[in-house]
């Protein structure tokens, strides 16, 4: 498009332009379109280095005093009731890397916390808003897990040593909550072949999933019997 060497390009004020002052450049945006009509796959590559030094000020109170990450892998097995939408889980299995388990017992409970609270924001908590009056203020109305909601949490620890918090732990409170909404909607997909893409999935979203669904695949299409209303799978995220 520019008829010069890629080392006499570079990317100048949202265009890219070519060093030899001639001004003569072209939009990201034109090079996009281009791409598409010549249809050209484009890539896209970026690193990401973990700062290793220690950046924390006492004095201040800010900056970062070390920076981690933590893994782990969710599989859930729910049952989905496809007369009502209503989601119920079964059973709930999580594996992190802790780095250390310092003390086995408060991580796991650390990880059941965690997926409850996840289990919470995938299903069921919602803040609702009309005319600008929240229309949940408390409990009695914005909705939580109990212990009726949550099944037995499967949590498999495995110590890596490789964290960068003492003694190589890994920070554990959250993160088990982050991958609970995939795990939950992987396996309602899997069960009944819909995907839910917005939070909290509830069974009115569901049940307008599967109304929208049977309008274009009959239940032989579905892979869903007639007989029971109710189909469980298990998936992971």
Known sequence: MLEAQEEDLLWHTGSI?????????????????????????????????????KKFESASGTGIDWLDFTFGAHAAEVAVDEETGEVTILKYSCCHDVGRALHPQSIAGQIQGGVARGLGFSLMEQVVIANGQIQTPSLGEYLIPTALDVPDIATIMLESGEGLGAFGNRGIGEPPAAASAGAIANAIYAAVGVRITELPITSERVFRALQQQSTVLSPAFRGVSSAPIVQERESGE
């Open 17 to 53: 332009q070519v060093r030899d002052h001639s001004k003569r450049g072209v939009t990201l945006e034109a090079i996009l379109t281009e791409a598409a009509s010549r249809d050209i796959k484009m890539q896209e590559q970026v690193t990401f280095q973990t700062p290793r030094e």
